[in-house]
């Protein structure tokens, strides 16, 4: 299987949705194409984006779920 994107946003609430979800076991790519600290007059405007692997959506659903409606 592959990997599927679960979150795209801020870098302070993607942090807040990796932790939940490590906390329940699962690993968590990031992409994060900000480019602040090689130019940091460019504004902060891309999102950072949090993947998981496919077969692991029906564990993560509800602690992404639950974060969405934290927020």
Known sequence: MGLMKVFSGSEILA?????????????IVIRNNN??????????TKAVELFIQETDFGKANPVIEEFRMSI
């Open 35 to 44: 480019q602040s600290n090689v130019l940091p007059s460019i504004a902060n």
């Open 15 to 27: 942090q807040a949705l990796q932790q939940k979800l490590e906390s329940i076991g699962l690993e």
